[in-house]
């Protein structure tokens, strides 16, 4: 026997048809002798026409009413669960929020989780009744509803994991899986057995959007191995296993052929300013992050230039492409105490990156893709790297043929190609 | 400075851009210093969308599960609410049936409303706060949601002016108030200023559906004075009074010219029942009426005709139109024990009463009734009275023709016509 979370999205909830199917997935585990807990994402297209209405009443919504409107979603769908499970003769209720509850921190529509009060939760589990929670909402300590901010049902499915001590968390998607890279893009790539926390982070922020980037970093810190497998499958059927998300230690232990690389990822949303004839003295990196900052803009890369005579240098950085025309604007605001001569601004890039805990131990992984890529022609534009990641600016027309050349170049191509 | 509840229906709901109009006609109240709960639906077709859901799910849905859905309808608008307010500068906010409580009965989808927690929102409301409370949700005992079935914010909005002693609690409806008859059958039916509980719960039993009958006979129970007003002019106005549902005392204290007769009203959702040759023995009306009422069939007049021979009789009785073919059913199952001859129907039939606090000190109101519906050829079927209302059961194409002559009979036409 074993604990088990399974967590739906929002397109695996659209419609009873659907939940029916669900009902069917978790009625499949409950049968194999298996403890389950369910968390639920609203029906698809739900959480923006409730968001929808906040905005309408107003751009500057109150957000403790907001958490009020769009938490309604997700109890629809966990009422509608644990009704459809209780109707084929598996016994179940929904858990809302505030009847666990599920406690987080003070901060309406964006509410981190403090604590799972897991009691109640226990008891019904061990007495084979299947627990419905609904995603993304929890109570504060005042008593009102809030939210984890969108995409928070996943966050809330790796919680209550941790919480339970969960042998596994499952997170059916629309994928069956995490791939070396883009299927759409590389018919060879191949899906992943297993994936450690840190590579699944730096896939996640550099565009694999999986999982959300905030599950994966919770599951690293509460060690809960999350599974991401596909939510078509035929009910019936013991699911094609998916990609579990573990530690390396684990990976280490089960894994021996590990690749070098495990992925290629690439991310469009991002664009390139450049700042030149910036003076090199010091504290100039503050006055011009420090106000980026101050907005909430996200700065990604940051290569500073060796300048040209000496005494002054240019300054590269990539921000969200929503973001480049008001990280202008600020930074023209700051122009004289900064003293840089001009703003050069690309938004046709993209970022391509490669990913493995395997290159902490192998030199050659970055002289591999310069190469790779300058055979090809395709030029560099900018360059960061982390421990486990190679990541470069390229011409965005070159996105896909830059992760094809890659993704053979570092042995990933499976024998056959995506079916 | 009055305590007042205003109560808010699903049309008046529908959409942000009425939700707007609801808030600019609290702050009305707000700004004339009045201290305002609010009592709200969900929005029109929303409660019948999240039905739908359950009934898709399973015709036999689990009830506990059914109150977690479809309490979400009036979660969604007291949150829209409320924040519509907060952004044109009037304090509010939403207080869900778990989060006051409101404490209910143990029964799921048809919960009764036993106490209302009024400590934390009447703080609120004394610092100025407008409190928003969905309607037809509540909490039972063992922390689960419940819901009072449809229809029920009416009743909420009733029990919330009870527990916080409301000096009024204002029914917004699209109706602008409780009229001497339907106006669309008589065009110079007039707008009542005061109606007693005691001829709001007949005219409602008797088809003038403008309150929920539970709401009006809480309303009488707990003696909280209750407005029908027009939920469709401009919120700026101060809005035309509507009808005042009151207790007789206060009526006969204030309205000297009462009319002997408030109302007109008619039923075409009944259907009449015959059963011949029935033996006239002791016991025979718990044989009919006992299984019918076991199979929770809601038999309103009955009839027992005396019998041609002396030792048997004819009954006559009415139902719901929607249970006919059960009762048949039923009643022919029983045909050996009850011992009639056969079972004529006749869903064709329409009731038509007269209703009046005033017929109590006076005597011929029925034989007007009788008399001037003779006079037109309108054949009587069925008569039963109480004392403050005679219904006549007539074929159901004479009903325009009978509201119409009984209400000028009785003196209520208008001197000018419904605009």
Known sequence: ???????FGGTSMAGMERIRKVAARVK??????????????AMAGETDRLVGFCKEASPLYDEAEYDVVVAAGEQVTSGLLAMTLKAIGVDARSWLGWQLPIRTSETHSKARIEEIETSA???????????????????????????????GSDTSAVAVAAAIKADRCDIYTDVDGVYTTDPRIVSRARKLDMVTYEEMLELASVGSKVLQTRSVALAMKENVRVQVLSSFEEPGDDPEPGTMIVSEQEIEESDMERQLITGIAHDKNEAKIVLTKVPDRPGIVAAIFGPLADASINVDMIIQ?????????????????????????ILETEKEKIGFESIITDVEV??????????????????????????????????????????????????????????????????????
Do not use: C, W
């Open 121 to 151: 939760l226990l008891a019904a589990m061990a007495s084979g009744q299947v627990a419905v929670i609904p995603g993304f909402q929890g109570q504060m300590a005042d008593g009102r509803v809030s939210t984890l901010g969108r995409g």
């Open 305 to 329: 230039n060796v300048g040209h005579s000496g005494i002054v240098t240019d300054v590269t950085f990539t921000v969200p492409r929503a973001d480049v025309a008001r990280s202008v604007d």
């Open 350 to 419: 993209a970022k391509i990156s490669v990913v493995g805990v395997g290159m902490r131990s192998h030199a050659g992984v970055a002289a591999t893709m310069f190469k790779t890529l300058a055979d090809r022609g395709i030029n560099i534009e900018a360059i960061s790297t982390s421990e486990i990641k190679v990541s470069v600016i390229i011409d965005e027309d070159e996105t896909e043929l830059a992760v094809r050349v890659l993704h053979s170049a570092y042995g990933l191509d499976a024998e056959q190609p995506v079916a």
């Open 28 to 41: 499949h585990e409950v049968e194999r002798g298996n403890e389950v807990a369910v968390v639920v994402s």
């Open 1 to 7: 026997m074993a604990r088990i979370v399974m967590k």
